[in-house]
């Protein structure tokens, strides 16, 4: 099953605090590094230009950092249902 369609990032900031506590995320110049269990994710956009309180961000990134990061998959889901994390 594919993800489509855009989070806001306060939603995957949310999701990050319940799913991965003890993680670190930075904003940098051109995407955000987030780092938990000391593996990175170092791309995750920072939205589009413009106002950046709240971007949505394609779903297709979170899911992987989801992925990369090892996060369990009912808490993911649970706090992102549009993501059909597996």
Partial sequence: ???????PLKEIWA????????H????REHNHLVTYNGVPYPS???????RRENPDIEAGHVKKMARLLKL?????????PQLRFK
């Fill in 24 to 27: 670190t995320r930075k904003a």
């Fill in 1 to 7: 099953m594919t993800s489509f369609g855009l989070i």
């Fill in 15 to 22: 999701m990050l605090d319940r799913c991965a506590p003890g």
């Fill in 44 to 50: 995750l956009p920072l939205g589009k230009h413009g």
């Fill in 72 to 80: 369990d998959a009912d808490c993911v889901n649970r706090m992102l």
